[in-house]
Each structure stands twice: as structure tokens, then as C-alpha cells.
């Protein structure tokens, strides 16, 4: 695996400050947030000066039901091509549920939500993440997620469903230390006995980043300084294994540069006084070691007979996994963002909790995506998004979700200064693209705000 050394976190807000930082050996940036053709001027500076930058995926969805989506991999593939990069990283989570596997209305989460450490979702993932291998022109490392919520009925821990996956497909970690401790204070999971139980040796990169503590549960916002409890963690891996690259992970509430930089010498200095004595180990891959499984007795046409029956058995059983991994993701998504009752043995008052979570963040995302909302609406903003977001839920992305919750205003006569309404009906309609057909509700209003502005 790559040496890659200390990163950070590559964020708009603070590209400059990174540009200036010594000892910055690679950057992680958001693949849904790059353009390919037109990359920030600043990630091709650090490309020239030599400094590796890694595409981070966050809306694949490997832990998901459904396999994963062709057009996703070929973007996050070209990101991979475009920047050189040594390798692509995305999570072990669902951020989606409903569609045709369950014939219902499709559902998106707009955040990373935790699949349960059952058979069916190993069997599952595993199959994910081998489609993502085959199309990805790199190595694929992936993610443990935090989370305010336990699945019913886990048939294994953390590291134990970790080192099962790396065993059968190959993939390598990249391990989240501050997740390890979200997961401690609100899983009450020991983050030394996962640290145990995982494969090191599998390690691409580890990340660290802070959060805060409220009424007992632990969030994980990387907004906040990276926290005592989160450094003894990465002290316990370093211990345990050198690993190839450490990054601090920063996405709001931003410092000032110096402060940035004394975190990272807090991180080096971790790994620095932990590192063992021997570096990486090298890792083969299930599918490899039963390549030759198969020939024996029997010969081969034999052979080719049993692998056929074992092949539309496996495929037989890999359905039915997905059916009922769908129905189950669906139905507590369902509960976080349509309000749908609790599926039996979740903790409600956590699902609370995570609805919210849910809903502010999508605020948040929505803001950044169309930040003239939050400007137009002022104080009213959050109120009245969260009033939106109770009866709607997120399906088609963050941009649709910003024209939507717009539409919704204005339907309703929103906002009543007469000067805000029409700034947000100017909004709306230079974004909302050709006239909708006549058997949309909008339909009759839109004609009226185009011929108020007009005669205005």
C-alpha cells in the first residue's frame, strides 16, 4: 500500500490555508464535489507541487440494497483517473431504501446511516463492493461510519464484520478513529476490543476528526477540535500498526490555519511515539486464494456442472438477501424521514434523535447548495425547512430538494414580504427549467408570478 503520510481534509473554505501548511502530503476531497474538467484551481496546484490527492465518495451506497449504481462508479472512477489518484474510498452504509425491490417510493437518508452487522448485509456488501472493485481503475478502501443507532438482532460486532468483508473481497479500511468513539458513547462499543478484532494489516488510511457530546449522545460533526478520548484511540491503532496515511477531517466551523496545524502535529505526534517496530503487512485476497476451487474429481465437465448449479444458487440467495435487506432498510428510513412508525426493537427515543439529525443536516446541505434560500428567508430559514422536510421526503438529491422546499414556500404564499416573494419567485423560476405540463398543481401559479413580474 502507498505510503501517504499526514493530510488533510481539502475543503473550498480552506484551500488557501492548506496551500500554505508544511508538511501536508496529501489531501482527501469529496468526489461528489469535483468537476472533472473543471477542477479547483487550487487541487492542481497540490497536484504539480506532488502532493496526492484521494477522491472520497460519499453517495454510493455499498451497504445498500440495490447494487451499486453504474453511473456513480464511472464518476467516481473518472475522479480516480483525472487526479492521479492511488486509490478511491467510499463507506459502509446506506444512504437510500424503497425503489422497485420493495415497491414503494424511493427514499433518500442525504446522510450515511449504519447497516446492520447481520449475514444478509455482509452477503450483500460483500457483493457490492466486489461490482465497485471491477469498476473502479484502483484500490478501493471503505469506511466505518458512526452512529446514534443499534440495529436489532446484530449477529456480529464491528471488527468482526469487518474482517470478514477484507477476507472475502479483498478491500481495504479506512478506519475512522473518531467513529470508534461515536460508537462508544452511543453503542457502548469498546473501541480497543474492535481495534482487536480488525484486520490492520488491511489499513489504508485512517481519519481523525472532533464532535460533541449532548444529553448522552456523542456527534460526530467534524466541526469541532479533535478530542482527547478520539487521540488516545489513534495512539491504540498506532500501537498496533504503522499506518500508511493520517488525516484530520474538517467540514464547517472552520479555525484559523494555526490551530488547524497544531492539530495535526498532535496527530503526528500520536502515530510518531506509538509506531511499532515492524511496518505494513500485506494482505491477499479471498477471491484469489479460491481461484484453482473447483477441479478435483470428476473432471471437468464435472466441475463446470457444479459450478453452474452453485453459481444460480448463490445468485438465488443473493436475492433473497437483497429483498429482505431492502424491507428492512426501507422501513426505518422510512421512520427517520417520513415519520412511518418505529420497526420493532429500536430504541424510539434514538430514532428521534437520528430524525433530526437527519433533517437538520439535509438544512444544512440545502443551504450550502442554494445558499440565496437562507439569505432571502433570514432567521425563518431553519423553521420553516424543518416545517417542509416533516411531510417531504428527500428523493431526488440536494439541488431538487432546494426547488422543491422554494416551491412549496411560494405555494403557500410565502414568504408574506412582498419584496422577499418575489426574490424567491425569481429564484425558483430561473432554476426550475421549462414550464411544467398543465396536470402539475404549480401550473396555474406559475403563470401568475411570470406575468406578475412581468407587469412589475
Known amino acids: 500500500m502507498k505510503h501517504l503520510g499526514t493530510g488533510i481534509g481539502w475543503r473550498p473554505e480552506i484551500a488557501d490555508a492548506v496551500e500554505r ?59 480516480a483517473q483525472v487526479l492521479g489518484s492511488p486509490l478511491v474510498t467510499e463507506h459502509i452504509a446506506f444512504v437510500r431504501a424503497g425503489g422497485p425491490l420493495t415497491a414503494s417510493q424511493p427514499l433518500e437518508a442525504g446522510h450515511l446511516l449504519p447497516v446492520p452487522r447481520t449475514r444478509d448485509a455482509l452477503d450483500v456488501l460483500c457483493e457490492n463492493v466486489r461490482i465497485a472493485q471491477d469498476a473502479l481503475p484502483v484500490p478501493l478502501a471503505v469506511e466505518n461510519i458512526a452512529a446514534l443507532i443499534s440495529w436489532p438482532g446484530e449477529e456480529m460486532t464491528e471488527g468482526q464484520f469487518l474482517y470478514e468483508l477484507v477476507e472475502r473481497t479483498g478491500v481495504r479500511l479506512l478506519i475512522d478513529v473518531a467513529n470508534l468513539h461515536t460508537n462508544h458513547v452511543n453503542r457502548g462499543e469498546d473501541p480497543s476490543k474492535a481495534l482487536d478484532e480488525l484486520p490492520v494489516e488491511a489499513i489504508a488510511y485512517v481519519h481523525v476528526a472532533g464532535g460533541f457530546e449532548r444529553d448522552g449522545v456523542w456527534h460526530d460533526s467534524h466541526a469541532h477540535p479533535v478530542p482527547e478520548p478520539v487521540l488516545a484511540i489513534l495512539s491504540d491503532l498506532a500501537a498496533r500498526v504503522s499506518p500508511p496515511g493520517v488525516l484530520l477531517e474538517r467540514d464547517e466551523n472552520f479555525p484559523a490555519p494555526q490551530e488547524l496545524e497544531r492539530e495535526l502535529d498532535a496527530i503526528r505526534e500520536r502515530v510518531r511515539t506509538k509506531a511499532p517496530a515492524s511496518g505494513e503487512c500485506a494482505i491477499g485476497t479471498a477471491r484469489d486464494a479460491g481461484a484453482d476451487a473447483g477441479a478435483g474429481a470428476g473432471g471437468p465437465d464435472a466441475a463446470t456442472a457444479s459450478a453452474a448449479a452453485s453459481a444460480g444458487s448463490a445468485s438465488a440467495a443473493s436475492a433473497a438477501a437483497r429483498q429482505r435487506l431492502a424491507l428492512a432498510q426501507t422501513a426505518l428510513l422510512s421512520a427517520l424521514v417520513a415519520r412511518t412508525p418505529a420497526p420493532e426493537g429500536f430504541d424510539r427515543a434514538r430514532l428521534t434523535v437520528q430524525s433530526r439529525a437527519l433533517t437538520g443536516k439535509r438544512a444544512d446541505v440545502v443551504a450550502k447548495v442554494a445558499p440565496e434560500l437562507p439569505e432571502i428567508l433570514g432567521e425563518r430559514y431553519r423553521t420553516e425547512f424543518f416545517a417542509y422536510a416533516q411531510s417531504r421526503p428527500m428523493s431526488g438529491g440536494y439541488r431538487r430538494d432546494a426547488l422543491d422546499f422554494a416551491e412549496r414556500l411560494l405555494l403557500a404564499g410565502l414568504p408574506e414580504d412582498a419584496e422577499a416573494r418575489g426574490r424567491l419567485t425569481r429564484w425558483w423560476l430561473d432554476r426550475s427549467g421549462p414550464a411544467p405540463l398543465d396536470a402539475r398543481p404549480v401550473t396555474r401559479w406559475l403563470r401568475a408570478a411570470r406575468f406578475a413580474l412581468r407587469r412589475g
Open 21 to 79: 501548511m508544511p508538511g501536508i502530503d496529501w489531501v482527501e476531497a469529496v468526489s461528489e464535489n469535483l468537476c472533472p474538467g473543471h477542477l479547483p484551481d487550487s487541487l492542481l496546484r497540490l497536484r504539480e507541487r506532488g502532493v496526492t490527492v484521494v477522491p472520497h465518495g460519499v453517495s454510493l451506497g455499498l451497504g445498500g440494497a440495490d447494487r451499486p449504481d453504474e453511473s456513480r462508479l464511472a464518476a467516481l472512477a473518472e475522479r
